[in-house]
């Protein structure tokens, strides 16, 4: 699996419309600005892409089983965000 491949310019698009669709509480007091969006968290996803891509290659697994251990990460912060009080600047 070529890490380069997991992160096409449709799932950047795909981060800002979740981001865009964040909940109003913490949409009006939080936007990345665009330096965090390119030197933090473009880095950072990359770095996921290629970190779980490595992961594929030890396991030999299908790319939907890495998918779905993603989808499991973010369901889990989601889940914490809806039913958590969260104490923090940005929510």
Request: charged share 25%; hydrophobic share 40%; proline share 4%.
């Amino acid at each position: 699996m070529d890490w380069k491949h997991c992160l096409h310019a449709n799932n950047i698009y795909g981060f800002y419309w979740k981001l865009l669709t964040m909940t109003e509480k913490c949409k009006k007091k939080w936007v990345p600005t665009e330096d965090q969006i390119n030197n933090i968290i473009i880095p950072a996803m990359q770095g996921t892409a290629h970190e779980y891509a490595q992961h594929a290659t030890e396991l030999k697994c299908p790319p939907e089983f890495i998918a779905l251990m993603l989808r499991d990460v973010a369901d889990t912060f989601e889940e914490n965000a809806l039913t958590a009080e969260i104490d923090c600047d940005c929510c």
